[in-house]
Nanobody
Framework: QVQLVESGGGLVQPGGSLRLSCAAS????????MGWYRQAPGKERELVAS???????NYADSVKGRFTISRDNAKSTVSLQMNSLKPEDTAVYYC??????????WGQGTQVTVSS
């Protein structure tokens, strides 16, 4: 059973920054896709950013230019750098990793609150 553990969430003022990290209990070399999703109260879970094998990335329009997804194979982590945060970015953020042979896994979620 693979585990994904997220960290880095918290309370930040509008315009501030946070960096989310997701540590995997298995090597991330053989992954086809890694991503961050979020779910705000009363809303459906939505894709925030994806990172595919080969390095291609995909971002939700609402976060383009503000968020950056990256990976560290040596540490088996995927991170989300979030800058210029807005109140509408408030949500629970979930890490998702899709392995070629191990399957698809989710983290437990980390709360991000953007408020003054």
């Amino acid at each position: 059973q693979v585990q994904l553990v997220e960290s880095g969430g918290g309370l930040v003022q509008p315009g501030g920054s946070l960096r989310l990290s997701c540590a995997a209990s298995a090597t991330i070399f053989s992954t086809s896709a890694m991503g961050w999703y979020r779910q705000a109260p009363g809303k459906e879970r939505e894709l925030v950013a994806s990172l595919f094998r080969g390095g291609r990335t995909n971002y939700a329009d609402s976060v383009k230019g503000r968020f950056t997804i990256s990976r560290d194979n040596a540490k088996s982590t995927v991170s989300l750098q979030m800058n210029s945060l807005k109140p509408e970015d408030t949500a629970v953020y979930y890490c998702n990793v899709r392995w070629d042979f191990l399957g698809n896994y989710w983290g437990q979620g980390t709360q991000v609150t953007v408020s003054s």
